[in-house]
């Protein structure tokens, strides 16, 4: 009896080509940033192709990406968009610190006496 052959040279009926695991939304956005990295192209064409990205990622994951022209002329990645809660929660924390509120609540007892 032949050996049998394993790997993929051979590909039987049943067996069928592995596809890809993204979505037609994550291909969607890689090309647009793709495009907005392609130095044959304008300013504005690559800055429009970069907040097409952030729109697309914004509808798959809930955050945009922050795009400004310095990021796509200096070719930077995209980072994520913080959420408009945590930076004022952030800010609301250091506020609310323990000697920070004492000085506050000190400055206003002496302000309305």
Avoid: C, W
């Avoid at 809930?62 to 930076?87: C, I, K, P, Q």
């Amino acid at each position: 009896m032949p050996p049998q052959r394993t790997g993929s040279l051979q590909r039987t009926a049943s067996t069928k080509p592995l596809r890809s695991e993204r979505t037609h939304e994550e291909n969607q956005e890689r090309a647009y940033i793709a495009a907005s990295r392609r130095s044959d192209r304008s300013l504005e064409a690559r800055v429009e192709s970069a907040r097409r990205a952030s729109e697309i990622h914004k509808r798959r994951t809930g955050r945009g990406l922050r795009v400004t022209e310095a990021d796509v002329l200096n070719e930077e990645m995209y980072e994520e968009e913080d959420d408009e809660f945590s930076h004022g929660y952030r800010n609301l924390g250091i506020m609310m610190s323990g000697a920070n509120i004492d000085r506050r609540i000190r400055g206003e007892m002496e302000y309305k006496h």
